[in-house]
């Protein structure tokens, strides 16, 4: 579904405006782009998402740690242990043991949402 005010192009355009002010060549991230301009973040995810027009237009995403699975599997049983639960902690409880969401999105990137409550 195409934003009324934002073609591609323009969104293409609008893009390059915000690489120039952050001194980028990458896809901005969300917040970078919702920083100088909310209605072309609204634009972006009308028009595929951030991840689908990055490689639409050629721009590498900014680089997040990779979780392996032994990694993830190791906060989970620390958080349980630590949290003494005998089940699969919650999003929740998970955020506030680490005081980020970090472990919670690779759980969701590595694992799903399998006993995610």
Not at 20 to 46: C, F, G, H, W
Not at 50 to 75: M, P
Not at 78 to 97: C, D, F, G, Q, V
Request: net charge negative; proline share 2%; hydrophobic share 35%.
């Amino acid at each position: 579904m195409e934003n009324n005010n934002y073609s591609k192009e323009k969104i293409l355009e609008e893009i390059i405006v915000i690489q120039k002010i952050l001194n980028i060549e990458r896809m901005p991230t969300v917040k970078e782009v919702q920083k100088y301009n909310r209605r072309l973040s609204n634009a972006i995810t009308d028009n595929g998402g951030y991840f689908n027009l990055a490689e639409e237009f050629g721009f590498q995403k900014k680089r997040h740690r990779e979780w392996t699975i032994e990694e993830v599997e190791s906060g989970i049983l620390e958080s349980i242990s630590i949290l003494n639960l005998n089940r699969m902690p919650t999003h929740e409880e998970i955020i506030s043991l680490c005081g980020n969401h970090k472990l919670a999105v690779a759980i969701s990137r590595n694992i799903g949402q399998i006993n995610w409550d």
